[in-house]
């Protein structure tokens, strides 16, 4: 079974340049999570969305940052203009369970680079 | 207070040896708590739940610590392959997502 499906795998962009990550979850799953990593703040949850819908967003740095699920088996991270300091690996997962304290499954991440 | 403390190590062990890591939380109404592996340059994966009564997966133990909210995760003779980041994870009620902690990395040398 496919797990949780990201890509772009690596991205290099140069600031100012608008950068779109995109997120396959598990098939039924219906959660979604969107992480970011970073070896200074550890990983940091930007949005989650239940049943393709934002539950808490509270999580995303500012209005640079944007992300939809337009479907229950898809979902995009926006990012414009980037910034040098939003080089970070930006993982999705997924989770089946009816609330949010269940295993979560994350996909292999985007590595983000922006020069 | 960070609400998932963990020590970031490194903690570097010779084979065979055993690895206590330590975890506090800071939401005294959490109710699921977790212990997470990641291998270098990879995702985070699930390596075992934590319960109240504590429980063992093979060479790995997980205790948990109502009162004094504290995890921890023991793994005894080590393997050159439980060389990760072992995160450690708690959640709150059915309403709130889970927070992790930022690792504790672990060496294990021949």
């Not at chain 1, 080089?87 to 369970?97: E, K």
């Not at chain 2, 709130?96 to 990395?105: W, Y």
Request: aromatic content about 10%; charged content about 20%; overall charge neutral.
């Amino acid at each position: 079974d496919a797990g949780v499906i990201q890509s772009p795998r690596h991205e290099v962009t140069e600031m100012g340049q608008e950068v779109t990550l995109r997120c396959k979850p598990i098939s039924g799953h219906n959660s979604l999570f969107w992480y970011r990593q970073t070896m200074m703040r550890g990983l940091e949850l930007l949005i989650y969305f239940n049943n393709n819908v934002p539950i808490d967003d509270s999580g995303m740095p500012e209005d640079r940052f944007s992300a939809k699920m337009p479907n229950a088996s898809f979902s995009t991270l926006k990012i414009q203009p980037s910034e040098p300091r939003d080089s970070a690996v930006y993982f999705c997962a997924s989770t089946g369970g009816a609330g949010l304290v269940d295993e979560q499954y994350f996909g292999p991440g985007t590595r983000l680079t922006v020069t | 207070r960070k609400e998932v403390e963990q020590d970031p190590g490194p903690f570097n062990v010779p084979e065979g040896a055993t690895v206590a890591f330590n975890c506090t939380y800071s939401n005294s109404a959490s109710q699921s708590f977790f212990w997470y592996r990641q291998d270098c340059r990879k995702e985070p994966k699930l390596l075992m739940s934590v319960y109240s009564s504590g429980n063992e997966d093979g060479r790995f133990t997980a205790q948990l610590n109502r009162a004094s909210q504290y995890i921890s995760l023991l793994i005894r003779d080590s393997k050159l392959s439980d060389s990760a980041t072992y995160l450690c994870v708690v959640g709150g009620s059915g309403n709130t997502p889970l927070v992790f902690g930022k690792g504790t990395r672990l060496s294990v040398i021949a």
